[in-house]
Structure formats: structure tokens, C-alpha cells
């Protein structure tokens, strides 16, 4: 674990921020780690979790069933969760989390995103859509439906892990288009 004091962002303070770190191996997402900033003055408080290894570029699919609600699903920072069949995508963003779950957790965290969205719909042909959405979910996660659920990790730190479950290397065209959550830097840009 290492500590150090830094000046805080927020309130200015001079030497009144702990900066906390420590690197574990977790499983799944290999070593990691764990960042935590406190400032002693205003309150400030921000942790994150970055995980250090880099893995080979990895594709997950999973055709999912009633049997397979209970499917194990590790999602780091840096994947893309996708329901084609329902023109569902989550893409990582700068305040994408990694989390382990299942394949019916999952489908929650899709259905609570539509009904926030929901909310935010003006137009009835969206909100027909995001109702209908929400009607294939719940028979999905009844046993009514049959959906692929894909997990693409250009950092190779997400699983599907299920016997049913394909994996495959992702091709570098594949990457190319996968938002990452990080900044990058290209070379040969003018």
C-alpha cells in the first residue's frame, strides 16, 4: 500500500488530499489496482479500481435461455455488452465500472437503463419502443424468450462463464470499431 499527500482539485487545500494505493490480483481481471483520494479539508472523496494486466482481445457470446439466468458474467471497465436482437448496447464511457454478476443481473441493468431512457422519451414512437423492449426483457428473463446476450473486451478482462457460452479472439477490424472508455493516441495522426 502506498500514501502519499497531494494538494486537493476541489477546494485548493495545499498537502490535505491522502492518495491511497494498493495492487491486488483478483480473479478473472488478474492484478488491479485500487486507488482512493480523501481530502482532510472539504471531504472530497473519489475511489477507482484500474486493472493493470492486459489480456488477449477477447469475444464472448451466449445465447441465453431460461437455464442459463444464473450464467456467471465478469464485465470489465473497458467492454461492450450488446443485445443485438433487441438493439440494445452498453459501450464503456470515462465512468465505466467493471462488475461481476450473472446473466439475469444483467438483463436488470438493461432494463433499468431503458426505464430511465424511458423517462427522458418525448416522442410516442419511442416510448412504444422502449415499452416493447421492456416486454421482451421480462419474457426473456421468464423463460418466454431467446436472445444472444455478447460481451467484446478489446483488454481481454471480461467472461461469459457458462459451457454454452462461445469465446473467441477478437479481430483487430472488431476492435477498431469497440469504444474503449480510455483515451488513446494514434500514431501517425497529423
Not at 461492450?80 to 452498453?90: F, R
Not at 443481473?105 to 422502449?130: C, I, Y
Amino acid at each position: 500500500m502506498n500514501n502519499m499527500k497531494m494538494d486537493c482539485p476541489v477546494c485548493h487545500g495545499q498537502k490535505c488530499m491522502d492518495v491511497i494505493t494498493t495492487t491486488n490480483e483478483i480473479p478473472y481481471f488478474g492484478e488491479i489496482m485500487e486507488s482512493v483520494l480523501l481530502c482532510s479539508s472539504c471531504g472530497y472523496r473519489h475511489s477507482d479500481v484500474i486493472c493493470l494486466d492486459q489480456k488477449e482481445p477477447v469475444h464472448y457470446s451466449l445465447k441465453i435461455t431460461s437455464e442459463h439466468m444464473s450464467a456467471r458474467v465478469v464485465k470489465s471497465q473497458s467492454a461492450t455488452v450488446s443485445i443485438p436482437e433487441l438493439g440494445l448496447k452498453v459501450e464503456p464511457g470515462p465512468k465505466s465500472v467493471g462488475y461481476v454478476s450473472n446473466i439475469e443481473g444483467v438483463l436488470e441493468r438493461f432494463e433499468s437503463a431503458v426505464k430511465t431512457a424511458l423517462t427522458l422519451f418525448d416522442d410516442e414512437e419511442s416510448q412504444k419502443n422502449a415499452s416493447i423492449i421492456l416486454q421482451e426483457l421480462e419474457k426473456i428473463r421468464s423463460g418466454q424468450g431467446e436472445v444472444e446476450i455478447i460481451i467484446e473486451d478489446p483488454f481481454g478482462h471480461s467472461a461469459i462463464i457458462h459451457q454454452d457460452a462461445s469465446k473467441r479472439k477478437l479481430e483487430l477490424d472488431e476492435i477498431k470499431n469497440l469504444k474503449t472508455g480510455f483515451v488513446t493516441f494514434e500514431q501517425g495522426l497529423e
